[in-house]
């Protein structure tokens, strides 16, 4: 049976024209949101396939609550950091730090504090925070917090892709950007003070790295946090 | 009492076969809160196995 007939206009299918994983595709998901829309979800199916798998499925929220696994593989913690309260960031890298076997790897990646684009905006005397984010790092604070979780740093690096897609585009513009020549075509077809900045900016954090808008880090777990979070941050 | 539009976006990719019928599921789930302002986006992360065409 089709979904869309069953639920007919409650239900809102669109398709994307590449696969950009979750967490660009769910950016580009909101570009279809109504106007009107005051909160947002993020619903996972894959989350109720795993339980009807007979995976085991945890819901917890990681500032509060321990996850309740030691023996995971592999934690990929990607865009969450920075909408942690910073209080309980450390928290969070601890439990998940507790859920991981030793060897155990552990996949981040968290917007860069330190980049061209959010200086430039300071500069300009505007908040260079994303203003659904309560706290973004420099690459140390994060290397700092992830040793002290119980990792080894396996690798450390900045990331280009955010400074090629975060801009304001047509949808059908914004699919098609793979290079610096389509984000000047965006800037030129839609000249918007954030769309020029970006494409100013470019040619510039593609030579340095440390200016680039987004911190990967990789590392593996190689003795369980001794950090008491609670304790240290009361 | 006003209730403010909640949005709820559920991304899919190669769904219809890894996911078939909880598709489905996670739909109703979204769908049948109790909160009555609601809409749901189902996003197809361009998907090779028909789950566009199986939403659709």
Redesign the interface.
């Known amino acids: ?4 007939n ?2 007919s206009d ?13 967490c660009l ?2 950016n ?3 570009k ?3 106007k ?11 989350a ?2 795993a339980k ?1 798998c007979g995976v085991d499925v945890i819901k917890c929220d990681i500032e509060r609550d321990e996850l309740g696994v030691a023996d995971a593989d592999c934690a990929v913690f990607t865009e969450v950091l920075e909408h942690l309260h910073y209080y309980r960031a450390l928290v969070a890298l601890v439990r998940i730090s507790r859920a991981l076997r030793v060897k155990g790897h552990l996949i981040l990646t968290t917007p860069n504090i330190a980049s061209l684009f959010r200086r430039l905006r300071l500069l300009l005397g505007k908040q260079p925070i994303y203003k659904y984010h309560v706290r973004e790092y420099t690459v140390d604070e994060v290397l700092e917090m992830v040793r002290e979780a119980g990792f080894d740093v396996v690798k450390a690096y900045y990331s280009i892709v955010n400074d090629l897609t975060h801009i304001d585009a047509e949808h059908n513009d914004y699919l098609k950007i793979s290079g610096y020549r389509d984000l000047i075509k965006v800037a030129v077809k839609r000249s918007t003070k954030l769309n020029i900045l970006r494409a100013l900016v470019y040619p510039i954090v593609k030579l340095v790295p440390s200016l680039r808008q987004l911190i990967v880090v990789i590392g593996v777990k190689v003795r369980e946090p001794s950090v008491k979070p609670f304790e240290r941050w009361g | 009492m006003s209730y ?10 190669n ?1 219809k076969s ?2 078939g019928e ?6 109703r ?3 049948n809160q109790d909160y009555p302002n609601i ?8 998907s090779s196995d028909g789950t ?1 065409e ?3």
């Open positions: 049976m089709l979904i869309k069953k639920y409650k239900v809102k299918v669109i398709r994307l024209l590449k696969n950009y994983g979750y595709g769910n580009l998901a909101l279809y949101v109504s009107d829309t005051e909160y947002i979800l993020f619903q996972n199916p894959d109720i396939l009807n | 403010p539009k909640v949005s709820i976006v559920i991304l899919i990719y769904a890894t996911l909880v598709l489905d599921k996670a739909i789930s979204a769908l809409e749901i986006i189902v996003a197809d992360n361009n566009y199986y939403v659709n």
